[in-house]
Protein backbone atom coordinates (compact mmCIF):
# COMPACT_ATOMS: atom_id res chain seq x y z
CA UNK A 1 0.00 0.00 0.00
CA UNK A 2 1.38 3.29 -0.87
CA UNK A 3 0.27 6.09 1.20
CA UNK A 4 0.24 9.78 1.59
CA UNK A 5 0.43 11.57 5.10
CA UNK A 6 -0.95 15.31 4.81
CA UNK A 7 0.36 17.64 7.07
CA UNK A 8 0.43 21.39 6.98
CA UNK A 9 4.09 22.95 8.00
CA UNK A 10 4.49 26.41 9.33
CA UNK A 11 8.28 27.85 7.60
CA UNK A 12 10.99 27.64 10.55
CA UNK A 13 8.23 26.01 13.35
CA UNK A 14 8.99 22.02 14.29
CA UNK A 15 6.65 21.35 17.12
CA UNK A 16 4.30 18.92 18.14
CA UNK A 17 2.53 18.35 15.21
CA UNK A 18 5.89 18.21 13.02
CA UNK A 19 6.82 15.58 15.49
CA UNK A 20 3.69 13.58 15.07
CA UNK A 21 3.71 13.62 11.03
CA UNK A 22 7.05 12.55 11.43
CA UNK A 23 6.73 9.58 14.04
CA UNK A 24 3.89 8.12 11.41
CA UNK A 25 5.72 7.94 8.58
CA UNK A 26 8.56 6.37 10.06
CA UNK A 27 6.21 4.07 11.82
CA UNK A 28 4.15 3.44 8.69
CA UNK A 29 7.61 2.67 6.30
CA UNK A 30 8.64 0.53 9.32
CA UNK A 31 6.32 -2.07 8.91
CA UNK A 32 6.50 -2.04 5.57
CA UNK A 33 3.89 0.27 3.83
CA UNK A 34 5.51 3.17 1.23
CA UNK A 35 4.73 6.29 2.80
CA UNK A 36 5.52 9.57 1.93
CA UNK A 37 4.75 12.92 3.89
CA UNK A 38 3.02 15.46 2.09
CA UNK A 39 2.95 19.26 3.32
CA UNK A 40 1.62 22.69 2.45
CA UNK A 41 3.14 26.05 4.10
CA UNK A 42 0.76 27.55 6.22
CA UNK A 43 -0.33 31.24 6.93
CA UNK A 44 -2.94 32.27 8.87
CA UNK A 45 -2.82 36.11 8.93
CA UNK A 46 -4.77 38.29 7.28
CA UNK A 47 -7.35 35.86 7.67
CA UNK A 48 -8.13 36.04 4.18
CA UNK A 49 -5.24 33.40 3.78
CA UNK A 50 -7.52 30.89 5.52
CA UNK A 51 -9.66 30.99 2.51
CA UNK A 52 -7.07 30.80 0.12
CA UNK A 53 -5.52 27.90 2.05
CA UNK A 54 -8.77 25.93 2.14
CA UNK A 55 -8.88 26.46 -2.07
CA UNK A 56 -5.31 25.29 -2.16
CA UNK A 57 -6.30 21.77 -0.07
CA UNK A 58 -9.27 21.19 -2.31
CA UNK A 59 -7.51 21.80 -5.55
CA UNK A 60 -4.81 18.87 -4.53
CA UNK A 61 -4.61 15.71 -6.53
CA UNK A 62 -3.25 13.31 -4.19
CA UNK A 63 -4.62 10.61 -5.92
CA UNK A 64 -1.93 9.16 -7.94
CA UNK A 65 1.93 10.59 -7.96
CA UNK A 66 3.77 10.00 -11.30
CA UNK A 67 1.47 7.79 -12.72
CA UNK A 68 1.85 5.56 -9.65
CA UNK A 69 -1.50 5.29 -7.62
CA UNK A 70 -1.70 6.51 -3.91
CA UNK A 71 -3.86 4.40 -2.29
CA UNK A 72 -4.76 6.16 0.96
CA UNK A 73 -4.26 9.34 1.99
CA UNK A 74 -4.03 9.78 5.73
CA UNK A 75 -5.10 13.83 6.40
CA UNK A 76 -3.76 15.13 9.73
CA UNK A 77 -4.56 19.27 10.42
CA UNK A 78 -6.29 21.90 8.81
CA UNK A 79 -6.98 22.21 5.70
CA UNK A 80 -4.71 19.63 4.11
CA UNK A 81 -7.06 17.51 5.56
CA UNK A 82 -9.88 18.25 3.40
CA UNK A 83 -7.87 17.44 0.54
CA UNK A 84 -10.08 14.93 -1.63
CA UNK A 85 -9.17 11.63 -2.62
CA UNK A 86 -10.89 8.23 -2.90
CA UNK A 87 -9.43 6.39 0.01
CA UNK A 88 -9.38 8.96 2.51
CA UNK A 89 -8.75 8.32 6.50
CA UNK A 90 -8.06 11.33 8.91
CA UNK A 91 -6.26 11.32 12.32
CA UNK A 92 -7.21 15.30 13.66
CA UNK A 93 -4.96 16.50 15.24
CA UNK A 94 -7.09 19.79 15.97
CA UNK A 95 -9.13 22.01 13.65
CA UNK A 96 -8.32 25.48 13.51
CA UNK A 97 -8.86 26.46 17.13
CA UNK A 98 -9.43 30.17 17.12
CA UNK A 99 -11.92 29.30 14.67
CA UNK A 100 -13.69 27.24 17.42
CA UNK A 101 -12.79 26.87 20.94
CA UNK A 102 -10.86 30.09 21.46
CA UNK A 103 -12.80 32.24 18.90
CA UNK A 104 -13.76 34.19 21.98
CA UNK A 105 -11.39 33.35 24.55
CA UNK A 106 -10.71 36.39 26.30
CA UNK A 107 -6.55 35.88 26.19
CA UNK A 108 -5.93 33.98 22.93
CA UNK A 109 -8.94 34.81 20.68
CA UNK A 110 -7.95 36.30 17.60
CA UNK A 111 -9.90 36.06 14.52
CA UNK A 112 -12.70 37.53 16.33
CA UNK A 113 -11.18 41.10 16.17
CA UNK A 114 -9.92 40.82 12.45
CA UNK A 115 -11.18 42.32 9.72
CA UNK A 116 -13.71 39.81 8.45
CA UNK A 117 -13.45 37.23 11.07
CA UNK A 118 -16.93 36.43 11.58
CA UNK A 119 -17.23 35.64 7.91
CA UNK A 120 -14.01 33.35 7.51
CA UNK A 121 -14.98 31.66 10.67
CA UNK A 122 -18.36 31.03 9.18
CA UNK A 123 -16.37 29.32 6.12
CA UNK A 124 -13.89 27.56 8.34
CA UNK A 125 -16.93 25.61 9.69
CA UNK A 126 -19.09 24.96 6.35
CA UNK A 127 -15.74 23.16 5.24
CA UNK A 128 -15.02 21.21 7.76
CA UNK A 129 -18.96 20.08 7.86
CA UNK A 130 -18.47 19.44 4.39
CA UNK A 131 -15.71 17.81 3.59
CA UNK A 132 -14.19 16.13 6.65
CA UNK A 133 -17.24 13.48 6.37
CA UNK A 134 -15.66 12.67 2.88
CA UNK A 135 -13.32 10.37 4.79
CA UNK A 136 -13.93 6.86 5.03
CA UNK A 137 -12.97 7.09 9.11
CA UNK A 138 -12.35 10.00 11.03
CA UNK A 139 -9.77 9.84 14.38
CA UNK A 140 -9.14 12.20 16.61
CA UNK A 141 -5.00 11.99 18.46
CA UNK A 142 -7.74 12.05 21.63
CA UNK A 143 -11.17 12.73 23.63
CA UNK A 144 -10.82 16.70 23.80
CA UNK A 145 -10.20 16.82 20.40
CA UNK A 146 -13.26 14.21 19.25
CA UNK A 147 -15.22 16.32 21.57
CA UNK A 148 -14.54 19.25 19.79
CA UNK A 149 -15.38 17.71 16.69
CA UNK A 150 -18.81 16.49 17.80
CA UNK A 151 -19.52 19.86 19.81
CA UNK A 152 -19.06 21.99 17.01
CA UNK A 153 -19.92 20.17 13.78
CA UNK A 154 -21.51 17.39 14.96
CA UNK A 155 -19.58 14.75 13.55
CA UNK A 156 -18.04 11.56 15.05
CA UNK A 157 -15.16 10.64 15.68
CA UNK A 158 -13.02 7.74 17.71
CA UNK A 159 -9.75 9.12 19.94
CA UNK A 160 -6.39 6.77 18.89
CA UNK A 161 -3.87 7.35 21.17
CA UNK A 162 -0.48 7.42 20.10
CA UNK A 163 3.01 7.29 22.02
CA UNK A 164 5.74 10.30 22.20
CA UNK A 165 8.81 10.06 19.98
CA UNK A 166 11.45 7.39 21.46
CA UNK A 167 8.70 6.16 24.42
CA UNK A 168 10.88 3.26 25.35
CA UNK A 169 14.39 5.74 26.32
CA UNK A 170 12.42 7.57 28.81
CA UNK A 171 13.35 6.03 32.74
CA UNK A 172 13.27 7.16 35.92
CA UNK A 173 15.54 8.56 38.29
CA UNK A 174 16.14 9.91 42.32
CA UNK A 175 14.33 13.29 42.06
CA UNK A 176 16.08 16.43 42.47
CA UNK A 177 15.29 19.98 43.74
CA UNK A 178 13.17 21.14 40.90
CA UNK A 179 9.70 20.77 38.69
CA UNK A 180 10.48 20.63 34.90
CA UNK A 181 8.34 22.36 32.44
CA UNK A 182 9.47 21.34 28.80
CA UNK A 183 7.11 22.88 26.08
CA UNK A 184 7.35 25.47 23.64
CA UNK A 185 7.28 28.99 25.24
CA UNK A 186 4.68 30.43 23.99
CA UNK A 187 1.41 32.19 25.50
CA UNK A 188 -1.31 29.15 25.28
CA UNK A 189 1.43 26.94 27.23
CA UNK A 190 1.29 29.38 29.99
CA UNK A 191 4.33 29.99 31.34
CA UNK A 192 3.66 33.30 32.61
CA UNK A 193 0.88 31.46 34.97
CA UNK A 194 3.72 29.15 36.57
CA UNK A 195 5.91 31.78 37.26
CA UNK A 196 3.03 34.05 39.06
CA UNK A 197 2.68 30.80 40.73
CA UNK A 198 6.23 30.45 41.90
CA UNK A 199 6.26 34.15 43.42
CA UNK A 200 2.98 32.87 45.77
CA UNK A 201 4.63 29.64 46.70
CA UNK A 202 5.47 29.49 50.44
CA UNK A 203 8.57 26.77 49.70
CA UNK A 204 11.51 27.37 48.09
CA UNK A 205 10.36 25.36 44.32
CA UNK A 206 12.08 25.82 41.82
CA UNK A 207 11.19 25.22 38.20
CA UNK A 208 13.30 24.45 34.83
CA UNK A 209 11.74 25.57 31.49
CA UNK A 210 13.06 24.00 28.30
CA UNK A 211 11.83 24.92 25.06
CA UNK A 212 12.50 27.05 22.56
CA UNK A 213 10.79 30.93 22.27
CA UNK A 214 7.76 31.03 20.19
CA UNK A 215 7.36 34.65 20.73
CA UNK A 216 10.32 36.62 21.32
CA UNK A 217 8.47 39.19 22.90
CA UNK A 218 6.76 36.81 25.35
CA UNK A 219 10.38 35.50 26.30
CA UNK A 220 11.43 38.72 27.13
CA UNK A 221 7.60 39.28 29.09
CA UNK A 222 8.54 35.81 31.09
CA UNK A 223 11.91 37.11 32.23
CA UNK A 224 10.98 40.33 33.12
CA UNK A 225 8.01 39.09 35.64
CA UNK A 226 11.49 37.03 36.77
CA UNK A 227 13.29 39.92 37.91
CA UNK A 228 10.88 42.28 39.18
CA UNK A 229 9.32 39.33 41.49
CA UNK A 230 13.32 38.41 42.54
CA UNK A 231 12.74 34.94 40.90
CA UNK A 232 15.94 34.59 38.68
CA UNK A 233 17.82 31.46 41.44
CA UNK A 234 14.62 30.18 41.09
CA UNK A 235 13.82 29.55 37.39
CA UNK A 236 15.90 28.49 34.75
CA UNK A 237 15.36 28.65 31.36
CA UNK A 238 17.08 25.97 29.25
CA UNK A 239 16.18 27.16 25.91
CA UNK A 240 16.27 24.22 22.94
CA UNK A 241 17.53 20.85 24.55
CA UNK A 242 18.59 17.65 23.33
CA UNK A 243 16.85 14.70 23.09
CA UNK A 244 19.45 12.95 25.74
CA UNK A 245 19.20 16.38 27.88
CA UNK A 246 15.31 16.51 27.77
CA UNK A 247 15.36 12.79 29.41
CA UNK A 248 17.53 13.71 31.68
CA UNK A 249 15.46 16.66 32.87
CA UNK A 250 12.40 14.47 33.35
CA UNK A 251 14.39 11.18 34.99
CA UNK A 252 15.76 13.83 37.27
CA UNK A 253 12.76 15.77 38.12
CA UNK A 254 10.60 16.31 41.15
CA UNK A 255 7.51 16.62 39.20
CA UNK A 256 6.13 18.06 35.79
CA UNK A 257 3.93 21.41 35.73
CA UNK A 258 1.85 21.16 32.73
CA UNK A 259 -0.95 23.85 32.65
CA UNK A 260 -1.57 24.76 29.22
CA UNK A 261 -5.17 26.12 27.97
CA UNK A 262 -7.37 23.75 26.47
CA UNK A 263 -4.29 21.18 25.14
CA UNK A 264 -5.73 18.83 22.14
CA UNK A 265 -3.18 16.00 23.47
CA UNK A 266 0.15 17.12 24.99
CA UNK A 267 2.77 14.48 24.54
CA UNK A 268 4.54 16.59 27.68
CA UNK A 269 1.86 14.33 30.54
CA UNK A 270 2.40 10.82 28.66
CA UNK A 271 6.26 11.50 28.49
CA UNK A 272 5.88 12.90 32.50
CA UNK A 273 4.43 8.96 32.89
CA UNK A 274 6.87 7.35 31.47
CA UNK A 275 9.49 8.92 33.42
CA UNK A 276 7.37 8.16 36.65
CA UNK A 277 6.40 11.64 37.46
CA UNK A 278 3.40 13.46 38.66
CA UNK A 279 1.85 16.36 36.29
CA UNK A 280 0.42 19.47 37.96
CA UNK A 281 -2.14 20.27 35.62
CA UNK A 282 -5.04 23.15 35.38
CA UNK A 283 -8.77 21.85 35.61
CA UNK A 284 -9.05 23.63 32.16
CA UNK A 285 -5.94 21.82 30.51
CA UNK A 286 -8.07 19.60 28.07
CA UNK A 287 -5.28 16.44 26.99
CA UNK A 288 -3.70 16.33 30.22
CA UNK A 289 -6.76 15.76 31.64
CA UNK A 290 -7.49 12.46 29.98
CA UNK A 291 -4.39 10.74 32.03
CA UNK A 292 -4.00 12.95 34.85
CA UNK A 293 -6.04 12.08 37.50
CA UNK A 294 -6.42 14.42 40.95
CA UNK A 295 -4.02 12.47 44.28
CA UNK A 296 -3.29 9.35 41.91
CA UNK A 297 -1.33 10.12 38.82
CA UNK A 298 -0.88 13.95 39.63
CA UNK A 299 -2.05 16.96 40.66
CA UNK A 300 -5.05 18.98 39.33
CA UNK A 301 -5.40 23.22 39.90
CA UNK A 302 -8.06 25.60 39.16
CA UNK A 303 -6.16 28.17 36.72
CA UNK A 304 -5.36 30.68 39.24
CA UNK A 305 -1.65 31.51 40.39
CA UNK A 306 -2.78 31.06 43.83
CA UNK A 307 -3.89 27.35 43.86
CA UNK A 308 -1.62 26.60 41.23
CA UNK A 309 1.24 27.51 43.88
CA UNK A 310 -0.49 25.66 46.46
CA UNK A 311 -0.51 22.23 44.12
CA UNK A 312 3.36 23.17 43.51
CA UNK A 313 3.99 23.65 47.11
CA UNK A 314 2.03 20.17 48.18
CA UNK A 315 4.36 18.38 45.88
CA UNK A 316 7.77 19.78 47.25
CA UNK A 317 7.02 18.98 50.63
CA UNK A 318 5.68 15.38 49.90
CA UNK A 319 8.42 13.78 48.19
CA UNK A 320 7.20 10.38 49.47
CA UNK A 321 3.94 11.21 48.31
CA UNK A 322 5.20 12.32 44.60
CA UNK A 323 7.00 9.55 44.22
CA UNK A 324 3.76 7.11 44.69
CA UNK A 325 2.07 9.43 41.95
CA UNK A 326 4.50 9.00 39.70
CA UNK A 327 4.59 5.27 40.38
CA UNK A 328 0.89 5.69 39.55
CA UNK A 329 1.13 7.56 36.35
CA UNK A 330 3.79 4.69 34.84
CA UNK A 331 1.38 1.72 35.94
CA UNK A 332 -0.97 3.68 34.33
CA UNK A 333 0.13 4.32 31.21
CA UNK A 334 1.21 0.85 30.73
CA UNK A 335 -2.32 -0.46 31.39
CA UNK A 336 -3.72 1.63 28.32
CA UNK A 337 -1.98 -0.39 25.97
CA UNK A 338 -0.83 2.67 23.74
CA UNK A 339 1.32 1.81 20.77
CA UNK A 340 1.92 2.45 17.37
CA UNK A 341 1.12 -1.34 16.12
CA UNK A 342 -2.23 -0.15 17.48
CA UNK A 343 -2.16 3.04 15.75
CA UNK A 344 -1.08 1.40 12.43
CA UNK A 345 -3.30 -0.89 12.39
CA UNK A 346 -6.38 1.29 12.74
CA UNK A 347 -5.26 4.01 9.71
CA UNK A 348 -4.51 0.99 7.32
CA UNK A 349 -7.21 -1.27 8.13
Not at 168 to 180: K, P, T
Not at 190 to 216: D, K, S, T, W, Y
Not at 257 to 281: C, F, H, N
Amino acid sequence: MRIAVANVQVPFVHGGAEVHADNLVRQLRARGFETELVTIPFKWYPPERLLESIAIARMLDLSEANGLRIDRLIGLKFPIYLAPHPDKVLWILHQYRSAYDLWDHPEYGDLINLPHGQAVRAAVHHADRRFIPEAKAVYANSRNVADRLEHFNGIAARPLYHPPADAEQFHSAEARDYLFFPSRITPLKRQRLVIEALALCREPVRVVFAGAAEVPSYMAELQQLCREGGLEQRVVFKGFTSQAEKLALYAESLGVVYPPVDEDYGYVTLEAMLSGKPVITTSDSGGPLEFVEHDRTGLVATPDAANLAAQMDALWRNRSIAARMGRAGREYYDALGISWDRVVEVLTA
